[in-house]
């Protein structure tokens, strides 16, 4: 399913944006000079279009710095008025909400705590109505698509035309390098089911430290996302949240000239005609694997009857073991990714159990 909603592209709010949108400022704003002192240097990057200050902060447990509340929203104006910048912070709630409308904020951005719950979404989403703010939404903790989709939906109910989606990554289930498991899978769901909805992503809350803040920003755009969020203090080692994935201005800097930006499209015939070709190979392959698959299905529901009409087990264990274990090896001698092969053969014989069962069960 396609969900085109009425949603303007990033250019139409900010109208002399010439690059991927780049938003830049520190994880918290600790104080008057810090938010100054880092606005200024971020300012002075003209790839940099908004500023960002976390004014109240969620935090998984009590007793943690929780940012320096409403104090920071007149922070946020003095740099707008200083560097001319557009300014954002997060919103936990209504009343933040509020708030930071009252303040005169250009950007407002709802957190992944709070996208998690449709009841919190609705109450900011009421408190929106009639606004011209832009209004970002990061993924919920969870890779829930439909739930991202339902957060986005009710702000766009609410009247919202300028709306953007954060991808930060979500809470791990297992062991990675990374603070937040990226699962670009469900951002690319996202793009298939909302094709005109602009999407960046947030290096800083997927890396956790900022050794891993390139490599995840040249993925996004490798993605074909339209920008970044990007954590920047004037000294992290200082920083009273997230210090690990901070980076100075002059490091910010250095990531932003690694970067190769990616575009949809290219300007060049023969750049057309080759991708096609390799297109209509790919096409061509695809149509084979599942032509070869449709004769696999045949041959389990065989399976399946011969096992029924003798009394035998759909799942036999030691065949799931010997199976995985060859399609693992060939595949490596293929060049395959190992991952990749065991996902993919758990998924079929997985299917071809299911199958089998059904057919046990059915009545002769």
């Given at each position: 399913?396609?969900?085109?909603?009425?949603?303007?592209?990033?250019?139409?709010?900010?109208?002399?944006?010439?690059?991927?949108?780049?938003?830049?400022?520190?994880?918290?704003?600790?104080?008057?000079?810090?938010?100054?002192?880092?606005?200024?240097?971020?300012?002075?990057?003209?790839?940099?279009?908004?500023?960002?200050?976390?004014?109240?902060?969620?935090?998984?447990?009590?007793?943690?710095?929780?940012?320096?509340?409403?104090?920071?929203?007149?922070?946020?104006?003095?740099?707008?008025?200083?560097?001319?910048l557009?300014?954002?912070?997060?919103?936990?709630n209504?009343?933040?909400?509020?708030?930071?409308?009252?303040?005169?904020?250009?950007?407002?951005?709802?957190?992944?705590r709070?996208?998690?719950?449709?009841?919190?979404?609705?109450?900011?989403?009421?408190v929106?109505?009639?606004s011209?703010?832009?209004?970002?939404?990061?993924?919920?903790?969870?890779?829930?698509?439909?739930?991202?989709?339902?957060?986005?939906e009710?702000?766009?109910?609410?009247?919202?035309?300028?709306?953007?989606?954060?991808?930060?990554?979500?809470?791990?289930?297992?062991?990675?390098?990374?603070?937040?498991?990226?699962?670009?899978?469900?951002?690319?769901?996202?793009?298939?089911?909302?094709?005109?909805?602009?999407?960046?992503?947030?290096?800083?809350?997927?890396?956790?430290?900022?050794?891993?803040?390139?490599?995840?920003?040249?993925?996004?755009?490798?993605?074909?996302?339209?920008?970044?969020?990007?954590?920047?203090?004037?000294?992290?080692?200082c920083?009273?949240?997230?210090?690990?994935?901070?980076?100075t201005?002059?490091?910010l800097?250095?990531?932003?000239?690694?970067?190769?930006?990616?575009?949809?499209?290219?300007?060049?015939?023969?750049?057309?005609?080759?991708?096609?070709?390799?297109?209509?190979?790919?096409?061509?392959?695809?149509s084979?694997?599942?032509?070869?698959?449709?004769?696999?299905?045949?041959?389990?529901?065989?399976?399946?009857?011969?096992?029924?009409?003798?009394n035998?087990?759909?799942?036999?264990i030691?065949?799931?073991?010997?199976?995985?274990?060859?399609?693992?090896?060939?595949?490596?001698?293929?060049?395959?990714?190992?991952?990749?092969?065991?996902?993919?053969?758990?998924?079929?014989?997985?299917?071809?159990?299911?199958?089998?069962?059904?057919?046990?069960?059915?009545?002769?």
């Open positions: 399913m396609t969900l085109k909603l009425d949603i303007n592209p990033i250019k139409a709010w900010l109208p002399h944006i010439d690059n991927p949108l780049l938003i830049a400022g520190p994880c918290s704003l600790e104080s008057e000079k810090q938010a100054l002192d880092t606005a200024g240097l971020l300012a002075k990057d003209k790839r940099v279009f908004v500023y960002r200050g976390g004014v109240w902060k969620p935090r998984t447990r009590p007793g943690s710095f929780e940012g320096v509340g409403s104090i920071g929203l007149s922070w946020l104006q003095k740099v707008k008025e200083e560097t001319g557009p300014v954002g912070t997060e919103v936990a209504a009343q933040h909400t509020e708030e930071a409308l009252k303040a005169g904020l250009d950007v407002i951005w709802i957190g992944a709070s996208t998690a719950s449709p009841f919190v979404v609705q109450e900011i989403a009421d929106l109505k009639g011209s703010a832009v209004v970002m939404i990061k993924n919920p903790v969870n890779p829930d698509v439909q739930l991202w989709m339902g957060a986005i009710r702000v766009h109910q609410a009247g919202i035309r300028n709306i953007v989606a954060i991808h930060r990554g979500f809470t791990p289930f297992r062991e990675t390098k990374y603070r937040n498991y990226p699962n670009w899978k469900t951002v690319i769901e996202l793009r298939r089911t909302m094709p005109n909805l602009p999407i960046i992503c947030d290096p800083s809350h997927i890396a956790g430290k900022r050794e891993y803040l390139f490599e995840i920003s040249q993925k996004a755009f490798d993605m074909g996302m339209e920008g970044l969020m990007l954590e920047s203090h004037i000294d992290p080692s920083a009273m949240s997230d210090a690990a994935q901070q980076v201005p002059a490091d800097g250095k990531i932003l000239d690694k970067l190769v930006i990616r575009y949809e499209s290219a300007d060049n015939p023969d750049f057309e005609n080759r991708l096609d070709m390799l297109r209509n190979r790919i096409d061509a392959i695809d084979e694997l599942l032509e070869m698959l449709s004769s696999r299905v045949e041959i389990v529901k065989e399976i399946g009857a011969y096992k029924r009409d003798n035998v087990t759909a799942l036999q030691n065949r799931w073991t010997q199976l995985m274990e060859n399609r693992v090896n060939l595949g490596k001698k293929l060049d395959l990714d190992e991952t990749f092969v065991k996902i993919l053969f758990q998924l079929i014989h997985e299917d071809s159990v299911r199958m089998q069962t059904e057919i046990m069960d059915e009545e002769k």
